[in-house]
């Protein structure tokens, strides 16, 4: 009987997982105070989109025009944003299409500081080259959109690409009388815009255009109001449309909820209201897929009606299907 119990006990313990006495030392694991590369894939049809995160900016709350300040803080609160400051993501998207590079907007550089500037960063960690691009589309001249075109140095971030951009939006920011009547707070955006294309104009690069424009498949969608020429695109393949909105939004809690909350930045606010009802209704009625410059990162998502409103549907992370 002894025998047996002995034996038991072995057998009984040899089942128990090894677990190191109490008091033993461990390596210490350091924080790691990094974040993955920003770039998120998708297919689109035939094509594949790549969302790239340039990085981000604080804007003040009190920016938001149209809405009390109680409103707006509630409305932020419901997405749990409370506070003076909201964090705002600058992002951009690059097309593949058929072997064709078209890339929507160039993000700021240092314009606004340290915490943006990394479109070409991004590109590379995505498998792409900032020379191998062929277009850069810009919604708008403003300076968190164009600035990015030119590298630390000064020179062309995108050397080979052509730069398309609506005439009215080239016409009214490269214009030097503009420039010496507006207010000095803007004055700087003008220099920054000049500035950041001057290279690709002196290359033959500089190419705006008036009117319709199809680029295989992205097609320019006039959505003027936050700028005298603000363009949207909207990309389809094989039946699939994703539609590009530029600087329609820039505060996904306010501006869904109700959009005719206007921003500071606009330059014609009930034409930037207007253009973004009629942006929102097309995409909730037809159910497009939507990306924004100022959305979360990646910014790709739906919209919905929402009560008087809408509201913002995120994409979900998927994988390439079908790769």
């Not at 164009?146 to 951009?165: H, T």
């Not at 005719?260 to 909730?284: G, P, Q, T």
């Not at 990646?298 to 009606?305: A, K, N, Q, S």
Request: hydrophobic share 45%.
């Amino acid at each position: 009987m002894i025998r047996r119990t002995l034996s038991a006990l072995a057998i009984a313990a040899s089942l128990v997982p090894f677990s190191p006495a109490i008091g033993t030392a461990h390596a210490e694991a350091a924080p790691q105070h990094s974040q993955v590369p920003g770039y998120y894939r998708m297919a689109l049809g035939e094509l594949e989109v790549t969302a790239l995160y340039d990085g981000y900016v604080d804007l003040d709350a009190k920016l938001l025009l149209g809405a009390s300040k109680a409103e707006v803080q509630r409305l932020l609160a419901s997405k749990f944003l409370a506070g003076e400051k909201v964090q705002t993501a600058v992002n951009a998207y690059l097309i593949n299409a058929g072997g064709k590079l078209i890339l929507v907007d160039a993000g700021a550089a240092k314009a606004f500081g340290p915490t943006l500037g990394f479109i070409g960063e991004q590109l590379r960690a995505a498998g792409y080259s900032p020379d191998k691009v062929d277009v850069v589309l810009l919604t708008h001249l403003h300076a968190d959109h164009v600035a990015g075109l030119l590298d630390a140095a000064g020179q062309p971030l995108f050397p080979n690409a052509e730069i398309r951009v609506a005439q009215t939006e080239a016409d009214f920011w490269l214009s030097e009388a503009n420039a010496a009547k507006a207010p000095e707070g803007f004055k700087p955006f003008f220099e920054i815009a000049r500035k950041s294309v001057a290279p690709y104009q002196a290359a033959g690069r500089f190419k705006p255009f008036s009117g319709e424009v199809d680029l295989g498949g992205v097609k320019a969608v006039a959505s003027n109001g936050h700028t005298p020429g603000h363009t949207s695109y909207l990309v389809e393949s094989a039946g699939q449309r994703l539609l590009i909105l530029g600087d329609a939004v820039h505060s996904h809690a306010v501006q869904f909820a109700r959009p005719e909350v206007a921003i500071e930045f606009d330059s014609d606010k009930k034409a930037a209201v207007a253009a973004r009802k009629k942006l929102f209704a097309w995409a909730a009625k037809d159910k497009l897929l939507v990306s924004g410059m100022h959305l979360p990162f990646p910014g790709i998502g739906h919209v919905r009606t929402d009560g008087k409103g809408y509201a913002w549907v995120p994409v979900e992370y998927s994988p390439i299907r079908g790769k």
